[in-house]
Nanobody
Framework: QVQLVESGGGLVQAGGSLRLSCAAS????????MGWYRQVPGKQREFAAT???????NYADSVKGRFTISRDNAKNTVYLQMNSLKPEDTAVYYC?????????WGQGTEVTVSS
């Protein structure tokens, strides 16, 4: 089992930046991967970014070049640095982690980008 707690969401103007954090309840080295999905009300949750245990990163085309996923092993925390934010980035951002054959989710943090 792993608990995930996100933070860092908020309201920002278009072109601005935010950094989301996801703190895990266990060593992130024990997890196969961690990452972020996002969801707009009424729409399906969509992939944003992921980082594997080995450090490989992957991004959705919609955020590539603007978002950066990273981790602090000592703090068991994964970050999502979001730059050049657009109104279409407005969503609830969910942290997720893979452990064995299970996926665990955080409670979500809301990001609103005003135009």
């Amino acid at each position: 089992q792993v608990q995930l707690v996100e933070s860092g969401g908020g309201l920002v103007q278009a072109g601005g930046s935010l950094r989301l954090s996801c703190a895990a309840s266990r060593s992130i080295f024990s997890l196969n991967f961690m990452g972020w999905y996002r969801q707009v009300p009424g729409k399906q949750r969509e992939f944003a970014a992921t980082i594997t245990r080995g450090g490989t990163t992957n991004y959705a085309d919609s955020v590539k070049g603007r978002f950066t996923i990273s981790r602090d092993n000592a703090k068991n925390t994964v970050y999502l640095q979001m730059n050049s934010l657009k109104p279409e980035d407005t969503a609830v951002y969910y942290c997720y982690a893979g452990l064995d054959l299970q996926i665990f989710w955080g409670q979500g943090t809301e990001v609103t980008v005003s135009s």
